[in-house]
């Protein structure tokens, strides 16, 4: 889908299915435009978006101080990313046909 194609209602609805994918209710980390970003870079694909926006959000949170250690998300998200990871199945051409 191009950004051409999207109509304003499309797109919201895009955001409130993003939000969701990336589990923003429960650990927020983009702002809308970050969101609206991360899918017209996706050509508003709302499963690559999803993909890639975990994968942001996997990064490792862990936090260690002296009587302090909280555990890191990453896991989590990289569980959840691996709903969306694009299908690589495709036939690869050899690297001497170029």
């Given at each position: 889908m191009s ?5 304003y209602?499309?797109?919201q609805?895009l ?15 983009f702002e809308d435009?970050e969101?609206e970003?991360?899918?017209q ?13 975990l994968?942001?959000?996997?990064e490792?949170?862990a936090?260690?101080?002296?009587g ?5 998300s990453?896991?989590?998200f990289?569980?959840?990313a ?7 199945s495709g036939?690869?051409?050899?690297a001497?046909e170029?």
């Open positions: 950004n051409m194609g999207v109509t209602e499309q797109k609805e955001l409130r299915i993003l939000k969701f994918n990336l589990r923003e209710k429960k650990k927020q980390c435009d969101l970003l991360l899918l870079k996706n050509n508003f694909d709302i499963e690559k978006a999803s993909y890639e926006g994968l942001i959000k996997a490792n949170t936090i260690k101080l002296p302090l250690d909280i555990p890191s990453q896991k989590y990289l569980r959840l691996k709903l969306y990871r694009p299908s690589s036939c690869m051409k050899r001497d170029r």
